[in-house]
């Protein structure tokens, strides 16, 4: 009994450090992955929000790109295992994402899909294409990431010197 009782425990144990049953078990809400996200990312990502499908984090590396837009990549997790053809899952993904500041639309050019939540494990696919930009609909996360993007782009005022400031003391 206690070599079967030793065993049942064993296994138990070796479930328990395993990734895959860890991942079964972990709280797979969007509030509980945006919460992790922010605690779990490189402090570069900050918390964008969250949609139907995924928690949205946004890179502070925002970078001119053609046209006059912007350049900026997102992070997205997903509740639930996506597929790159019908046979890789992914739980992450990353996707670099074209901002039209004035026009306040947006659109993707590159995505890397993730084995890993935040980003981890193998890359299982990559994705490229040609930007095809949208209007960025009201209170949608698009809206939020043109407003934060174009927000955090301009450049911060110079304070401008005064003729007093310029010139020499008199004594």
């Not at 570069?44 to 590396?61: C, E, I, M, P, Y």
């Not at 001119?64 to 597929?83: C, F, I, N, Q, R």
Request: aromatic share 6%; hydrophobic share 35%; proline share 5%.
């Amino acid at each position: 009994m206690n070599r079967i009782l030793a065993t049942c425990v064993a296994v138990a144990i070796t479930l328990g450090a395993s990734p895959s049953f860890a991942e079964a078990n972990e709280d797979k809400s969007l509030d509980s992955l945006y919460e992790r996200g922010q605690k779990e990312l490189a402090p570069n990502w900050r918390g964008l929000g969250k949609t139907h499908a995924s928690a949205v984090f946004v890179h502070q590396d925002v970078r001119k790109a053609d046209g006059g837009m912007l350049a900026v990549w997102t992070h997205h997790e997903l509740p639930a295992p996506g597929y790159v053809d019908k046979e890789k899952p992914y739980l992450s993904t990353r996707d670099r994402m074209l901002v039209d500041c004035k026009g306040v639309r947006t659109g993707t050019t590159d995505v890397a899909y993730y084995s890993e939540r935040f980003g981890f494990g193998m890359v299982v696919g990559t994705e490229r294409r040609k930007a095809e930009l949208t209007d960025a609909v009201p209170d949608s996360i698009e809206e939020l990431l043109v407003k934060a993007v174009c927000t955090s782009a301009k450049p911060a005022k110079v304070a401008r010197k005064t003729k007093s400031a310029e010139a020499p003391a008199k004594e």
